[in-house]
């Protein structure tokens, strides 16, 4: 297979091909040999759940050995899919919360909190007391009722209360899904589908929706908002990014994997002077630090740090040969960057207890001993500087761009210094100048072309007058293609759109950050319903999501917690259910009536943007609000317009 089949990106389509002539494998060639893939595990039909088994269902065996039908097993592997995202992502905000609680108690600690205005309207919302106190009191009380929200045994989550819209309370409440204790969800969904418990699947999927809400209002949001905390909330900031950000005259850090908590004081201990110096010391021009997927985001976010590329770049940005030391801490980090390192002067370091790989260095990371552990790890790189092997190899790639956004700040772009508000985004929906909004988020799927799914969606959206907000992997592709430039306005977007994006100085695509941050587009959700005039519920909203190049457990969780929030989510690779029809009729149609929203799936990319404006169209017809415009189906010729350079 071509490269550029593989990836619409050029600097990746370089690296691929370079790979190809090194005889070096990558996710693609990884691909090819596990093709054809496991019909049964694709359809979510495959139980291993006991030692009976494993049972498959087929026409002539359509039950397992216990009795469990196509419905309950795929329901069964769906929530279990689901308890893992939720696990990733809420483990991340409890990893946080305890740093926070660390800041607080102690004066010497290399954490400080950076946002007290932030720590203020978080702690009010969850109730704590604010008047007369010192802000590490108010700090340490926040962090300690958020760490019970993992275990509690009573109750139910305080932020689902204080956040969503009582409109969407009600629904969870009549439906029975409100979620109670994060940890409590996660491990009754292990509980639910053990052998011989449940077997209902609508049953079993009320158990999934209870805990991915969990994770995007209870763990993910814990996860966003103490990080804003600690690390300071995102504020518009400049960007580069794509391979193009290595320099082979530097010595080059990549951080990957989703944590900022290590990341962060990295980012401080490299500009330290006397690692600079260090540096020039072993004939390095400075020191350069990037990163690769939500890591990346973090450091991004609040420091402009330039990210090196998304999921499917990480082993083509070792194939350079000019990274020194790529440090990673948790999730979509590839097994495979172990042996890949090896072939170059490359370290690969670990830093966490939860992620030891072979071929990698570990180097336990506590956050007592943070800028210690931070300045040993930036000497490692730069000693390793004249290690390289042979010449470098970075595609001249890359892209500017503007990212930083968060719940908070759009208020001031789109309200003005004046008038931070939702009024102006809420009043530009209603006169139709923007038809909506779109989450697109979410990974790289090397079953998909790299990039192209986000980008050929994005464009068809803002064409299309839809405003973007975007997290993870997705942003990276749309920050790499340009998309996150202001004059990305005036090129691709539909006239209301671009006017509206020209007028307050803003992209098409704001880049919102990692995958916890979707908490954010809730919360933005939230924050519009309040402003008011387009309906009571999150579902009455013309919004739609997507992540179309899916492939993590997390990305089913945070879809399944958008569509509980209400929210239509096309996805392009279908979830593994399509064995079960029940469920799988269930997921894309009958589920709208309980919480709001629906899945849908859909392989191209144009088509399932068409779909996401068909349903902002139609919410906005029973908002009446639909001023009447001419609609524009896309055809043939459109399509070859949009071919992603
Ligand atoms: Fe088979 Fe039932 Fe055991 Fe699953 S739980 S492996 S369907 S016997
Ligand atoms: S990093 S979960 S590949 S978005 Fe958050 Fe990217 Fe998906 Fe990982």
């Known amino acids: 297979m071509e490269a550029k089949e593989r990836s619409c990106d050029k600097a990746s389509q370089e690296m691929i091909e370079l790979?190809?002539?090194?005889?070096?494998?990558?996710?693609?060639?990884?691909?090819?040999?596990?093709?054809?893939?496991?019909?049964?595990?694709?359809?979510g039909i495959c139980c291993r759940i006991c030692s009976m088994g494993p049972c498959r269902i087929t026409k002539k065996a359509p039950l397992g050995i216990c009795g469990a039908d196509a419905d309950t097993i795929a329901a069964r592997n769906l929530v279990r899919m689901i308890a893992g995202g939720a696990a990733a992502h809420s483990d991340h905000g409890r990893d946080v919360a305890h740093t926070l609680k660390?800041?607080?108690?102690?004066?010497?600690?290399?954490?400080?909190?950076?946002?007290?205005?932030?720590?203020?309207?978080?702690?009010?919302?969850?109730?704590?007391?604010?008047?007369?106190?010192?802000?590490?009191?108010?700090?340490?009380?926040?962090?300690?009722?958020?760490?019970s929200e993992f275990g509690k045994h009573e109750g139910t989550l305080i932020s689902a209360a204080a956040y969503?819209?009582?409109?969407?309370?009600?629904?969870?409440?009549?439906?029975?899904?409100?979620?109670?204790?994060?940890?409590?969800?996660?491990?009754?969904?292990?509980?639910?589908?053990?052998?011989?418990?449940?077997?209902?699947?609508?049953?079993?999927?009320?158990?999934?929706?209870?805990?991915?809400?969990?994770?995007?209002?209870?763990?993910?949001?814990?996860?966003?908002?103490?990080?804003?905390?600690?690390?300071?909330?995102?504020w518009p900031i400049r960007f580069?990014?794509?391979?193009?950000?290595?320099?082979?005259?530097?010595v080059n850090i990549i951080v990957h994997g989703h944590e900022p908590t290590l990341s962060d004081i990295i980012v401080a201990v490299s500009q330290e002077p006397e690692m600079i110096k260090a540096a020039k010391d072993k004939g390095a021009k400075g020191i350069n630090l990037s990163g690769i997927c939500c890591t990346a985001n973090e450091i991004l976010m609040r420091h402009g740090i330039p990210v090196a590329g998304n999921f499917l770049q990480q082993e083509l940005a070792l194939m350079t040969g000019a990274v020194e030391v790529m440090l990673v801490d948790v999730q979509c980090i590839m097994p495979a960057l172990g042996s890949l390192a090896d072939c170059f002067h490359t370290k690969l370091i670990t830093t966490s207890p939860k992620c030891k790989i072979a071929g990698a260095q570990h180097i336990e990371f506590h956050e007592d001993r943070a800028i210690e552990t931070a300045r040993e790890i930036v000497k490692m790189a730069i000693d390793n500087f004249g290690n390289r092997k042979g010449a470098c190899h970075i595609p001249g790639v890359s892209e500017r761009g503007i990212a930083g956004f968060n719940t908070e700040n759009i208020f001031h772009h789109l309200g003005g210094r004046f008038r931070a508000s939702y009024r102006p985004l809420n009043d530009n929906v209603i006169n139709g100048r923007i038809r909506g909004a779109a989450g697109v988020v979410g990974c790289n799927n090397p079953k998909q072309v790299h990039d192209y799914g986000h980008l050929a969606m994005i464009k068809e959206l803002i064409k299309n007058d839809v405003l973007v907000v975007s997290t993870g992997c997705s942003a990276i592709a749309a920050g790499k293609a340009g998309l996150m430039r202001p004059e990305a306005a005036a090129k691709y977007c539909g006239p209301g759109l671009a006017e509206v994006c020209e007028a307050v100085g803003i992209p098409p695509v704001l880049h919102v950050g990692s995958c916890v941050d979707n908490s954010r587009i809730l919360t933005i959700l939230s924050n519009v319903?309040?402003?008011?005039?387009?309906?009571?519920?999150?579902?009455?909203?013309?919004?739609?999501?997507?992540?179309?190049?899916?492939?993590?457990?997390?990305a089913v969780s945070i879809g399944m917690y958008f569509v509980a929030s209400g929210v239509y989510t096309v996805i392009a690779e279908p979830l593994p259910v399509l064995g079960a029809p029940n469920l799988t009729r269930y997921l894309t149609d009958e589920m709208e009536k309980d919480v709001g929203g629906k899945w849908a799936f859909e392989a191209d990319p144009v088509k399932a943007a068409h779909l996401m404006i068909e349903h902002i169209e139609s919410?906005?017809?029973?908002?009446?609000?639909?001023?009447?415009?001419?609609?524009?189906?896309?055809?043939?010729e459109d399509r070859r317009a949009l071919a992603v350079e």
């Open 19 to 43: 790979m190809a002539k090194a005889g070096r494998e990558n996710a693609w060639d990884r691909l090819e040999a596990q093709s054809p893939q496991c019909g049964f595990g694709k359809q």
């Open 102 to 147: 660390m800041a607080a108690e102690s004066d010497s600690c290399d954490y400080t909190i950076k946002d007290g205005l932030k720590l203020m309207e978080v702690a009010a919302r969850y109730g704590i007391k604010i008047e007369g106190r010192e802000t590490n009191e108010i700090a340490k009380d926040l962090a300690e009722t958020m760490l």
């Open 164 to 234: 969503p819209p009582p409109a969407r309370q009600k629904v969870w409440e009549e439906f029975g899904v409100t979620p109670r204790a994060i940890d409590r969800e996660i491990v009754e969904i292990m509980h639910r589908t053990h052998m011989g418990v449940g077997s209902d699947y609508k049953n079993l999927m009320k158990q999934g929706i209870r805990a991915c809400l969990a994770d995007g209002w209870g763990g993910s949001l814990i996860a966003t908002e103490v990080s804003d905390i600690l690390f300071g909330s995102p």
């Open 240 to 250: 580069g990014t794509n391979l193009g950000v290595l320099d082979s005259e530097q």
């Open 529 to 554: 319903v309040a402003e008011g005039g387009l309906g009571e519920d999150i579902s009455e909203l013309p919004v739609a999501g997507a992540a179309p190049e899916w492939m993590s457990e997390k």
């Open 619 to 636: 919410k906005r017809d029973a908002l009446g609000i639909n001023k009447a415009r001419e609609r524009k189906l896309y055809d043939m």
